[in-house]
């Protein structure tokens, strides 16, 4: 593992609006918010890569 792999994995996101709206909470994802995240998770395709809290596969390169 490269140091800046290291230094990023130390990074965590939590309690953002995707993660309370995750949650359950409703009310804290605009409607805009809730059709990108429909979005990202089917037509467009994004999680393919950006997947978990984090939206990270983890991986140590960009290719
Ligand atoms: C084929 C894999 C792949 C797909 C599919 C993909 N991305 Fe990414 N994305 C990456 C990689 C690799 C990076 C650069 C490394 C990183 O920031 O995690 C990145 C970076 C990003 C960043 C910058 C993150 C930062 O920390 O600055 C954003 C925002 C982003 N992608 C959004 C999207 C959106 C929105 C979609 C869907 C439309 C998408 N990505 C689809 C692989 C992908």
Do not use: W
């Given at each position: ?9 130390t ?34 395709g994004?999680v ?16």
């Amino acid at each position: 593992m490269t140091s800046i792999a290291a230094y990023v994995r130390t990074i965590l996101s939590g309690n953002a609006p995707h993660d309370r709206f995750r949650a359950g909470e409703k009310g804290t994802f605009s409607p805009a918010a809730q059709r990108g995240l429909v979005l990202s998770e089917g037509k467009a395709g994004c999680v393919h890569c950006h997947t978990g809290f984090n939206f990270t596969d983890e991986g140590e390169d960009c290719s």
